[in-house]
């Protein structure tokens, strides 16, 4: 069984290359399009949900690090 997947995994291996340029036709792309205008509608809340969950936390990260690279630079110009 492994074979088979093997075999059938380099049949589209070798038949998934091509040397012209795919370029995707008008209908194609209007359907890219469509979904995913459809889908980031979808999604928009939810990575925005998680974005603003995880800015506090990035954010204190980021002050801290300041802060102590700060400290450090004030300790080493005083001795």
């Not at 990035?58 to 802060?67: E, G, N, R, Y």
Request: with cysteine; aromatic share 12%.
């Amino acid at each position: 069984m492994k074979s088979f997947y093997f075999f059938v995994s380099m049949f589209f291996l070798m038949i998934s290359c091509t040397k012209s340029p795919v370029t995707p036709s008008r209908a194609s792309r209007q359907t890219i399009d469509s979904l995913y205008n459809r889908n980031i509608i979808f999604y928009q809340p939810k990575m925005d949900s998680i974005c603003s969950s995880r800015h506090a936390d990035l954010f204190q990260a980021v002050v801290d690090s300041i802060m102590t690279s700060r400290k450090m630079e004030m300790n080493n110009l005083v001795k």
